[in-house]
Protein backbone atom coordinates (compact mmCIF):
# COMPACT_ATOMS: atom_id res chain seq x y z
CA UNK A 1 0.00 0.00 0.00
CA UNK A 2 1.28 3.53 -1.11
CA UNK A 3 2.10 6.23 1.65
CA UNK A 4 -0.19 9.21 1.77
CA UNK A 5 0.50 11.82 -0.41
CA UNK A 6 2.96 14.74 0.70
CA UNK A 7 -0.07 16.78 0.53
CA UNK A 8 -3.55 17.22 -0.51
CA UNK A 9 -4.17 18.26 -4.13
CA UNK A 10 -7.86 19.16 -3.90
CA UNK A 11 -7.24 22.68 -3.48
CA UNK A 12 -4.75 22.75 -6.39
CA UNK A 13 -6.32 23.52 -10.17
CA UNK A 14 -4.07 20.78 -11.86
CA UNK A 15 -5.34 22.06 -15.74
CA UNK A 16 -4.62 25.91 -14.76
CA UNK A 17 -2.01 27.60 -16.13
CA UNK A 18 1.68 27.04 -14.70
CA UNK A 19 3.10 29.05 -12.22
CA UNK A 20 6.21 28.43 -13.96
CA UNK A 21 6.17 27.04 -17.80
CA UNK A 22 9.11 24.91 -19.77
CA UNK A 23 10.69 28.35 -20.60
CA UNK A 24 10.76 29.84 -17.16
CA UNK A 25 11.78 26.62 -15.71
CA UNK A 26 15.00 26.57 -18.38
CA UNK A 27 16.40 29.83 -17.17
CA UNK A 28 16.64 28.28 -13.64
CA UNK A 29 17.67 24.43 -14.53
CA UNK A 30 20.87 23.57 -17.14
CA UNK A 31 19.27 19.98 -18.53
CA UNK A 32 17.85 20.34 -22.48
CA UNK A 33 16.80 18.38 -25.33
CA UNK A 34 16.39 15.00 -23.74
CA UNK A 35 17.65 15.07 -20.72
CA UNK A 36 14.75 17.75 -20.07
CA UNK A 37 12.25 16.51 -17.47
CA UNK A 38 10.20 18.95 -16.14
CA UNK A 39 7.82 21.13 -17.91
CA UNK A 40 6.04 23.40 -15.72
CA UNK A 41 5.65 24.04 -11.64
CA UNK A 42 1.60 24.34 -10.97
CA UNK A 43 2.07 25.17 -7.45
CA UNK A 44 4.56 25.59 -4.16
CA UNK A 45 4.05 26.81 -0.53
CA UNK A 46 7.48 28.55 0.33
CA UNK A 47 6.92 28.36 4.42
CA UNK A 48 5.43 24.56 4.02
CA UNK A 49 8.30 23.72 1.93
CA UNK A 50 6.12 22.23 -0.60
CA UNK A 51 5.80 22.23 -4.76
CA UNK A 52 4.26 20.32 -7.69
CA UNK A 53 5.77 19.77 -10.88
CA UNK A 54 4.82 18.11 -14.05
CA UNK A 55 6.14 16.30 -16.96
CA UNK A 56 4.34 15.56 -20.38
CA UNK A 57 5.37 12.47 -21.01
CA UNK A 58 5.40 12.19 -25.35
CA UNK A 59 4.68 9.61 -27.61
CA UNK A 60 8.51 10.61 -29.04
CA UNK A 61 10.79 10.87 -26.05
CA UNK A 62 14.14 9.28 -26.78
CA UNK A 63 13.30 5.57 -24.68
CA UNK A 64 10.18 5.04 -26.00
CA UNK A 65 11.81 3.07 -29.21
CA UNK A 66 13.69 0.40 -26.86
CA UNK A 67 12.13 0.50 -23.49
CA UNK A 68 10.25 -1.84 -24.11
CA UNK A 69 9.53 -2.39 -27.89
CA UNK A 70 5.71 -2.21 -28.66
CA UNK A 71 4.88 -1.50 -24.67
CA UNK A 72 7.02 1.92 -24.19
CA UNK A 73 7.54 2.18 -20.32
CA UNK A 74 9.05 5.45 -19.09
CA UNK A 75 12.14 4.21 -17.04
CA UNK A 76 12.39 4.63 -13.62
CA UNK A 77 15.55 5.94 -13.37
CA UNK A 78 13.96 8.73 -15.58
CA UNK A 79 11.75 9.50 -12.84
CA UNK A 80 14.36 9.72 -10.33
CA UNK A 81 15.74 12.42 -12.60
CA UNK A 82 12.56 14.58 -12.92
CA UNK A 83 12.45 14.23 -9.16
CA UNK A 84 15.79 15.64 -9.11
CA UNK A 85 14.78 18.39 -11.27
CA UNK A 86 12.41 19.32 -9.84
CA UNK A 87 13.60 20.10 -6.82
CA UNK A 88 16.95 21.35 -8.41
CA UNK A 89 14.24 24.12 -9.38
CA UNK A 90 12.74 24.58 -6.18
CA UNK A 91 15.92 25.54 -4.21
CA UNK A 92 17.13 28.01 -7.03
CA UNK A 93 13.98 29.57 -7.90
CA UNK A 94 12.14 29.60 -4.67
CA UNK A 95 14.95 29.70 -1.90
CA UNK A 96 17.46 31.77 -4.03
CA UNK A 97 20.21 28.59 -3.85
CA UNK A 98 22.72 29.90 -6.55
CA UNK A 99 24.81 28.40 -8.66
CA UNK A 100 25.15 24.54 -10.04
CA UNK A 101 23.19 21.80 -8.24
CA UNK A 102 24.57 18.78 -8.75
CA UNK A 103 22.38 15.50 -8.19
CA UNK A 104 23.80 14.44 -5.02
CA UNK A 105 21.80 10.89 -4.28
CA UNK A 106 19.19 9.11 -3.84
CA UNK A 107 18.42 8.09 -0.41
CA UNK A 108 15.52 5.75 -1.72
CA UNK A 109 13.07 4.77 -4.71
CA UNK A 110 10.25 2.51 -5.09
CA UNK A 111 8.77 2.29 -8.53
CA UNK A 112 4.75 1.08 -7.76
CA UNK A 113 2.93 1.64 -11.71
CA UNK A 114 3.80 2.52 -15.12
CA UNK A 115 4.08 6.04 -16.94
CA UNK A 116 3.30 5.51 -20.71
CA UNK A 117 3.59 7.93 -23.40
CA UNK A 118 0.60 10.60 -23.84
CA UNK A 119 0.26 10.30 -19.57
CA UNK A 120 1.25 13.48 -17.40
CA UNK A 121 3.17 12.77 -14.53
CA UNK A 122 2.63 14.84 -11.47
CA UNK A 123 5.48 15.63 -9.18
CA UNK A 124 4.66 16.39 -5.84
CA UNK A 125 7.90 17.65 -3.98
CA UNK A 126 8.50 18.14 0.16
CA UNK A 127 11.88 19.35 0.87
CA UNK A 128 12.94 17.93 4.05
CA UNK A 129 16.57 19.10 4.84
CA UNK A 130 17.76 22.51 3.66
CA UNK A 131 20.95 23.75 4.81
CA UNK A 132 23.87 25.91 2.87
CA UNK A 133 25.04 23.89 0.25
CA UNK A 134 22.81 20.85 0.56
CA UNK A 135 19.21 19.57 0.80
CA UNK A 136 17.19 16.71 0.82
CA UNK A 137 13.92 16.25 -0.89
CA UNK A 138 10.81 13.75 -0.76
CA UNK A 139 9.30 13.31 -4.26
CA UNK A 140 6.19 11.38 -5.17
CA UNK A 141 5.37 10.37 -9.21
CA UNK A 142 1.34 10.83 -10.00
CA UNK A 143 -0.23 9.48 -13.20
CA UNK A 144 -4.18 9.86 -12.81
CA UNK A 145 -4.18 9.61 -9.21
CA UNK A 146 -2.32 6.78 -8.77
CA UNK A 147 1.18 6.89 -7.04
CA UNK A 148 3.63 5.54 -9.52
CA UNK A 149 7.19 6.21 -7.51
CA UNK A 150 8.31 7.56 -5.04
CA UNK A 151 12.08 8.91 -4.16
CA UNK A 152 13.96 10.45 -1.54
CA UNK A 153 16.45 12.76 -3.89
CA UNK A 154 19.55 15.12 -2.67
CA UNK A 155 21.30 17.39 -4.38
CA UNK A 156 24.70 19.75 -3.72
CA UNK A 157 25.75 23.00 -4.62
CA UNK A 158 28.73 22.65 -6.62
Known amino acids: MPPPLLFDLSQIDLAGKPV?????????NPQRFEMQHLDGILWYDKEKFLILGYK??????????????????????????????????F??????????????GIDSAKFRSVVEPG??????????????RKYTCSVQGLVDGTMV?????SGLQV
Do not use: N
Open 119 to 132: QRLYLLGHLTKFKR
Open 91 to 104: VKQIYGLEGFIGFA
Open 56 to 89: DVAEDEFWVRGHIPARPLMPGVIMVEAAAQLSSF
Open 20 to 28: FDKEAICRV
Open 149 to 153: SEAVV
